[in-house]
């Protein structure tokens, strides 16, 4: 079964300042992968996902993350992160489209001005 | 196109009480999600559905929990009798799942707070 684990509960970083959140999945073949935000309130809206193809994948507002297979990571990116960044952040994993899809325990981003 | 759509928004509640939540999902999607969201437990899988067809419905807590999806077009997951413990933000979320382009991204509601006293 997969498994996804997201190290950091809580990060904080400067406006302007470069970010990247870390993920490590568990699985034994391609997974699927996703990273979605939440903001307070909200439902999850989906940054970028992986499942084949250029291993550096780019997404909405900025964000780009990079599927390792020797490291088992999809860590998420932002060269410069801006205050509305703050919010919650998931990592995702599937074994395929039509699979299930469990999410990791979050990342909260603080913005510091 | 209308997103997923979930009612009610909030639910306030008497222990012991039933409670059913409803999600419409995206017209034309075949794979259905049903999500908890807790402090202490985090966004947890409760069941999903192919095709109306309940595939894994090994998160399900407790025999308390049923859902249920009659059509393409609707699902209700069902809490009969609710407990405290219960209290949690549930999140119904739809995907295509199909050939011909089918990544399994999630489009999730706005999520159905549910309060149990």
């Known amino acids: 079964a997969q498994s996804v684990t997201q190290p950091d509960i809580h990060i904080t970083v400067s406006e302007g300042a470069s970010l990247e959140l870390r993920c490590n999945y568990s699985y034994g073949a391609t997974p699927y992968l996703f990273w979605y935000v939440q903001s307070p309130g909200q439902g999850l809206q989906l940054l970028l996902k992986y499942f084949s193809g250029d291993t550096l994948v780019q997404g909405i507002k900025g964000f780009e993350a990079e599927f390792k297979r020797s490291q088992s990571s999809f860590n998420l990116r932002k060269p410069s992160v801006h205050w509305s960044d703050a919010a919650e952040y998931f990592c995702a994993v599937g074994a395929s489209s039509a699979s299930k899809i469990i999410f990791g325990s979050g990342t909260r981003l603080s913005i510091r001005p | 196109d209308a997103g997923v759509i979930q009612s009610p928004r909030h639910e306030v509640t008497e222990m012991g009480q039933e409670v059913t939540l409803r999600c419409k999902p995206i017209?034309?999607?075949?794979?259905l999600f049903w999500y908890r969201q807790t402090m202490m437990r985090g966004l947890e899988l409760l069941i999903y559905?192919?095709?109306?067809?309940?595939?894994?419905d090994s998160g399900m807590p407790e025999d308390r929990f049923s859902a249920k999806m009659p059509n393409a077009s609707f699902s209700t997951l069902k809490i009969q009798p609710s407990e405290p413990r219960d209290s949690a933000v549930y999140f119904c979320?739809?995907?295509?799942?199909?050939?011909?382009?089918?990544?399994?991204?999630?489009?999730f509601g706005e999520g159905s707070r549910l309060t149990v006293l």
């Open positions: 559905f192919n095709n109306n067809v309940p595939i894994d």
């Open positions: 017209s034309g999607h075949n794979s």
């Open positions: 979320a739809s995907s295509w799942s199909g050939t011909g382009g089918g990544t399994g991204e999630l489009f």
